[in-house]
C-alpha cells in the first residue's frame, strides 16, 4: 500500500480523560527532526488538534511526541489576509475535514475564511510549502508566524530568520530551535510583528515574548522552504540552502521514496481491506519515532547541539522516545523489518550516554527521567542476541553497568538503586510504584547479563541472570499477584487487587505481576505451576474491568479506557498487559492466545478512533502489527517469538537477501484455532521460533480452524 492511500488522521480524536491513540497527524519523512500538523485549537494545550473541527489555525512544526509530555521548540505557521495592521486581525481559518489531505508525505487544505489553498512537503529538517490565494479580499496578504513564547527574528527582503525558546525544566533552558525561510516579493513596507500586548510594530526585526509575525506579500501564489536546526542559524542556513534549488513536486517525491523505502519491505494479501489498510496505518505510526536530532554540517557530517554541555558537537543523536513504550515492540519490529536502524539508534543512545554519564530513559528532547526502569537495556540485549551492532557492544555493555546506579539527579539512573541491592527489591515504604520499578530492574539485570554472556563475560553474566530473579521477592502464592512489599520484608497491609497506582504504574496488581518476561519458567513454578498460572491468566482476562483510583485519586484515562472496551482486566489499552495474551502459550494454552489475539485486534482501525488507548510513539502501532504477524516477541532479549495467530491471507516481508512469505490457510473470519505450522516443508510443534530461525526461512505457513486441537 502506498503513503498516499493512507490518512494520516488514525487515532487522533482523544480529549485528556478519553485516549483513542492520542496521536497527532504527522506530516513528516520517517524519523525527521520536525513533524508538521494541523492546529485546530491551540488554547487546547497537547491536544490542539481534533480531526473533525473545520477551525483552522495553521500548520504547527510540531516535536510533542505524546501530550502527556507536551510540545516544545514548535511555532504556527498560517497564511492570511489583513485589511489594517493597527488592530490585530483575527488569524483563524476555517478549512473542511473531510476535503483536505492528510498523508505523511503531504498535506492539503483549502482555508474558505483567507480564501487560500495551502500545500506542504516535508523533508528531514524542514518543509516545502505552497499557498495559492484566489481572491484578495483585503488590504494585504501573505504569511503570520506565531511564536509561542520567547523568540526573536529578523526579516529580509527574500524570507526571515527566527528562533523560538519555549522548552522549560530540560538541560538547557535557553534551548533554540532556528528556523531559515524564504519567501518571494516580499512588501516589507507593511511587514512587522505584534508583541506580547498585541502591539503592531512595522520593524523587520525583534526579541520578545510570544511575537505575532505578519510577512506581508505582492505575490498571489508564492512557495516557500524552510529549514531548521538545533545547532544554529548558520546550520539553518545550510539546511535550507540545501532545498533552494528543488521544485515543490521534486520534494514530494523524495518524500514519497522515502516512505515507500520502509512501507514497501511488507507486502500484503488478504480478503479484508479495512484490516489491510490499518496494517499500513500502524507501519507508518511505527516508522515516526524515535526522531533525529542530528542534523549534517557542511561536510555531511552528524552533528547535534548537545543540551547538557550547552554546545554542538559531531556525532549522532536521536530523541522523542520513551524506552518503557517503544522497547518491547518497536525495536523488535525494527530488527526484523529494518535491522540496518538498530547500530544508527545504539550509536545515537550511546551519545546520550557519553553525554550525561547514563543511558537514556525517556528523551524529549533530553531526559525527562519519566515511566519505571531502564529499557532501553531490552533494546541493548536484543539488538546483542541478534547479533547487530556487534562492534557497539562492548561500550555499550559499560553504559549499561554505569547506569544501574542512582543519580543526585533522579532523571537519570535507577531510583532507588541502593535500596534494591538492600533489600533486593524496592521498598514500597520508601519509593512509589514499587513493583513495576522492581520487575523491571530484575529485566534490565536479565538484559545485562545477556549482553554480557554475547562478549564471552560469564561471570558478569551469571551475576546479573542471578539478580534478575528479585523479582520473585514480591510474589505472594496465595494472592497469585506481585504486591508491593516494605523494607522489613512484610507485604503491604490492606492489598486490593484492582487498586491502581501507588505501587503499580498506571495499573494495578492485574496487570502489573506478570512482568517478568525474561524468567518464566521459574515464574509459573512460582506461582505454582502451568494449571494455577493459567488459572490466574483465565481469571485475569474474565475479571470485571473494575478499578479502584487508589493513589491517583481520579479516574485516569486508563482506567476508563480498560472499562470501555471491557475485555476483563486485560488492558491491552496498555503497555503492562501487551504480552499478556501470549503467555497462555507460554503456559501450554495456545489455543487462549490465539482466540484472545484474535479479538482484541478488533480493537484497531484506520479511522481517528483507531486505537484503544495511547499509541506511545509506535508501540501500540508495533503491537497491532505483531498480532497481525501471527507471532510476538514476549521476552525480546532472548531474540525469539511466541506463536499467536495470523491476520491476512499472505504476508511477504522482503529481508535484506531473500523473502519470507507467511501463509495463512483457512483464514475465515469464525476461524480462531491454529490447527498446524510448517516451517519450511516440517511440521512445527513448538509454540514459539526464534530470530535466526525465523530470518533463515522462507516459508512459513498456518492453517486456521474452528475449534482447537
Known amino acids: 500500500m502506498q503513503i498516499d492511500q493512507l490518512d494520516i488522521r488514525q487515532g487522533t480524536a482523544n480529549t485528556p480523560q478519553r485516549s483513542h491513540g492520542n496521536c497527532l497527524p504527522y506530516v513528516g519523512v ?199 536546526s538545533y545547532v544554529s542559524a548558520d546550520q539553518a542556513t545550510l539546511n535550507r540552502t540545501r532545498l533552494s534549488d528543488q521544485s515543490f513536486e521534486t520534494l514530494l517525491n523524495e518524500s514519497v521514496d522515502q516512505w515507500a523505502h520502509y512501507l514497501n519491505r511488507v507486502a500484503v494479501t488478504d480478503h479484508h481491506p479495512a484490516t489491510v489498510k490499518t496494517f499500513y496505518t500502524c507501519l507508518y505510526r511505527l516508522f515516526l519515532f524515535p526522531q533525529r536530532f542530528y542534523e549534517l554540517d557542511v561536510n555531511q557530517q552528524p552533528v ?121 527489591y524496592i521498598p514500597a515504604d520508601q519509593y512509589n510504584e514499587s513493583v513495576n520499578w522492581t520487575q523491571d530492574y530484575s529485566y534490565s539485570d536479565y538484559c545485562i547479563g545477556q549482553v554480557a554472556d554475547v562478549l564471552g563475560q560469564s561471570k558478569l553474566a551469571t551475576n546479573y541472570w542471578q539478580q534478575s530473579h528479585r523479582y520473585l521477592a514480591l510474589l505472594d502464592p496465595q494472592t497469585g499477584f506481585l504486591r508491593p512489599k516494605n523494607a522489613d520484608g512484610s507485604f503491604k497491609p490492606n492489598f486490593i487487587p484492582d487498586r491502581w497506582g501507588t505501587d503499580y504504574t498506571e495499573g494495578s496488581a492485574w496487570q502489573n505481576s506478570f512482568a517478568a518476561v525474561h524468567d518464566l519458567p521459574t515464574m509459573i513454578d512460582a506461582f505454582g505451576g502451568d494449571t494455577k498460572f493459567n488459572a490466574q491468566l483465565t481469571k485475569l482476562c474474565n475479571t470485571a474491568p473494575s478499578y479502584q483510583v487508589g493513589g491517583y485519586g481520579m479516574v485516569i484515562h486508563e482506567m476508563a479506557e480498560m472499562a470501555a472496551v471491557d475485555y476483563g482486566q486485560l488492558a491491552i489499552s496498555n503497555q503492562p498487559s501487551f504480552h499478556l495474551p501470549y503467555l497462555f502459550a507460554v503456559a501450554g494454552h495456545p489455543e487462549k492466545t490465539q482466540v484472545t489475539v484474535k479479538q482484541l485486534r478488533r480493537l484497531f482501525n484506520a479511522s481517528p478512533t483507531g486505537f484503544p488507548g495511547d499509541e506511545d510513539n509506535g508501540s501500540m502501532a508495533g503491537w497491532f502489527i505483531f498480532a497481525c504477524l501471527g507471532f510476538y516477541p514476549v521476552c525480546p532479549a532472548d531474540a525469539e517469538y511466541v506463536f499467536g495467530i495470523p491476520a491476512f491471507d499472505e504476508i511477504v516481508i522482503h529481508l535484506a537477501d531473500h523473502d519470507l512469505t507467511l501463509t495463512t490457510q483457512n483464514n475465515h473470519d469464525h476461524n480462531n484455532f491454529v490447527q498446524q505450522r510448517q516451517l519450511e516443508t516440517s511440521p512445527m510443534t513448538a509454540n514459539k521460533i526464534s530470530h535466526a530461525d525465523l530470518l533463515k526461512a522462507h516459508q512459513l505457513t498456518t492453517r486456521l480452524g474452528l475449534v482447537p486441537n
Not at 554546545?311 to 523488535?332: E, H, M, R
Not at 519490529?333 to 547514563?358: D, H, N, R, V
Open 30 to 228: 520517517p524519523f525527521g527532526m520536525n513533524y508538521f500538523s494541523v492546529q485546530t485549537d491551540g488554547s487546547a494545550g497537547s491536544w490542539f488538534f481534533q480531526p473533525d473541527s473545520p477551525r483552522f489555525e495553521g500548520i504547527r512544526l510540531t516535536h510533542q511526541p505524546s501530550p502527556w509530555i507536551g510540545d516544545y521548540c514548535y511555532f504556527l505557521m498560517t497564511a492570511v489576509q489583513w485589511q489594517s495592521s493597527a488592530t490585530k486581525p483575527d488569524l483563524v481559518g476555517n478549512y473542511r475535514p473531510t476535503a483536505a489531505t492528510f498523508n505523511a508525505h503531504h498535506l492539503a487544505l483549502v482555508d474558505d475564511h483567507f480564501r487560500v489553498r495551502t500545500e506542504l512537503t516535508p523533508t528531514a529538517y524542514g518543509a516545502a510549502s505552497r499557498y495559492q490565494f484566489d481572491q484578495l479580499i483585503a488590504e494585504h496578504h501573505g504569511l503570520a508566524i506565531q511564536l509561542p513564547d520567547q523568540g526573536s527574528f529578523m526579516l529580509t527582503a527574500t524570507g526571515i530568520d527566527l528562533y523560538t525558546n519555549d522548552y522549560h525544566g530540560g538541560e538547557d533552558p535557553d534551548l533554540k530551535l532556528y528556523a531559515s525561510l524564504t519567501l518571494p516579493d516580499i512588501d516589507l513596507a507593511h511587514s512587522g510583528y505584534y508583541d506580547h500586548d498585541q502591539q503592531w510594530h512595522a520593524a523587520t526585526q525583534a526579541t520578545g515574548q510570544s511575537l505575532t509575525i505578519l510577512i506581508a506579500t505582492t505575490a498571489m501564489t508564492f512557495e516557500t522552504r524552510l529549514a531548521t
Open 304 to 424: 547535534h547541539y548537545d543540551t547538557t554541555a550547552h554546545q554542538s558537537k559531531p556525532g549522532l543523536l536521536y530523541t522523542n522516545n520513551g524506552f518503557w513504550d517503544t522497547a518491547k515492540t518497536v525495536y523488535s519490529l525494527f530488527t526484523i523489518l529494518a535491522p540496518e536502524l538498530l547500530p544508527k539508534f545504539l550509536k545515537g543512545f550511546l551519545t546520550s550516554y557519553q553525554e550525561t554519564g547514563f543511558l537514556p530513559r525517556w528523551l524529549a528532547p533530553d531526559e525527562r527521567g519519566m515511566m519505571p526502569g531502564n529499557l532501553v537495556d531490552s533494546v541493548i540485549a536484543e539488538s546483542a542476541k541478534k547479533g547487530l551492532a556487534k562492534d557497539l557492544m562492548p561500550a555499550l555493555l559499560a553504559a549499561m553497568q554505569a547506569s544501574d546506579t542512582a543519580a543526585t539527579n533522579t532523571r537519570y539512573g535507577r531510583q532507588g538503586a541502593d535500596a534494591y541491592e538492600k533489600y533486593g
